[in-house]
């Protein structure tokens, strides 16, 4: 199976990631692992795209927030494949605008979610990337406007070119400090939990597409951040503006990139153009 070329998307069991795994299904010359959390809604989105689509994707279960989860399915993907040619970190979530969980907790589980668990992902699965591979990162235009609301001197270290991963952790691990101390607002943060975590894997994408090049200079891997847009969604409700197919529409032209492209890589990526960070 090493001559097999593999694609995995997690959290792919509803919303974007299911049309994620629909639309590779449709387009990918590979295998396709649809991943989620709970087996049963995993193998149950498989089965409906088998069944009522006529598709073939596989099933592997991943919970992101579970280290040994994550190295199994990187254990699983390197004695099978020999690696990973195409990784979609789609899983995350976010709370709902009128929900009254208090925003120090919501803080605290967006982030261990949507940045650090998505960081325990790439640390994992980061080096299996097969050369040529394709490395995205959903993120969110929130993370662009969450930038903007930052104070001038959180915006300057976000923009820079040489911030360092453990500089970015520590940076998220304030910000949930501050939510708990009620002194976010007075740090210079943005009163959006989900803007900030989303503001971490945007950045965490410029770091790693960086340390790719300083390690595996050549092998033609390109690593990016992209916004899906407004996607009806369990997350986003019903009056967003895209479907979920057409909320895949960037992430998998990312996935896609032929292998002699060479760019975009390390960007943010918005209805298939860089978004200058």
Partial sequence: MAGTKVAVVTGGNKGIGLAIVRSLCKQYHGDVYLTARNPKLGEEAVKALKEQEGLSPLFHQLDINDLQSIRTLGDFMKEKY??????????GIAFKVADTTPFDVQANVTLRTNFFATRDICNE??????????????????SYMALGKCGPELQQVFRSDTITEEELVKLMEKFVEDT?????QQQGWPNTA?????IGVTVLSRIQARSINEKRNGDGILLNACCPGWVRTDMAGPNATKSPDEGAETPVYLALLPPDVHLPHGQLV???????W
């Fill in 270 to 276: 918005s209805e298939k153009k860089v978004v200058p």
């Fill in 82 to 91: 020999g690696g990973i040619d195409v990784l979609i970190n789609n899983a």
């Fill in 125 to 142: 699965l980061l080096p299996l990337m097969k050369p040529h591979g394709r490395v995205v990162n959903v993120s969110s235009m929130a």
């Fill in 180 to 184: 708990k101390n009620g002194n976010h």
């Fill in 194 to 198: 989900y803007g900030v975590s989303k």
